[in-house]
């Protein structure tokens, strides 16, 4: 079993800055995958951004409307996702989950949300203009 643990949301202004952690913990090392989705009210969850761990930091993958505002990275060591969230606006107000997934899908293939087998709680992140 795998923990996720994500943390740093918070309120900002729009144009400002976050960056949010999840913590894994338990068997981490058969993990392929992490990712951050995000899921505003009345809205279906929505990936943000993925990357290829196992072994070393590989490959990203962004959703295209987050590509350049958002990057996503992971410590090794600290079994530690980030995601560094810059230019936020207020359609970025949501709730953010980190996802892991433990199986492999192929090079260059993305688990859809379904394939990620661990969930965090989430954090909330919420922008005012």
């Known amino acids: 079993q795998v923990q996720l643990v994500e943390s740093g949301g918070g309120s900002v202004q729009a144009g400002g800055s976050l960056r949010l952690s999840c913590v894994a913990s338990g068997v981490t090392y058969g993990l392929y995958y992490m990712a951050w989705f995000r899921q505003a009210p009345g809205k279906e969850r929505e990936e943000v951004a993925s990357i290829y761990i196992y072994g070393a930091d590989g490959p990203t993958n962004y959703a295209d409307s987050m590509q350049g505002r958002f990057t996503i990275s992971h410590d090794g060591p600290k079994n530690t996702l980030y995601l560094q969230m810059n230019s936020l606006e207020p359609e970025d107000n949501a709730m953010y989950y980190c996802?892991?997934?433990?199986?492999?899908?192929?090079?260059?293939?993305?688990?859809?949300?379904?394939?990620?087998?661990?969930w965090g709680q989430g954090t909330q992140v919420t922008i005012s203009s």
């Open positions: 996802a892991a997934a433990n199986n492999y899908y192929g090079w260059g293939i993305w688990p859809r949300t379904h394939q990620y087998n661990y």
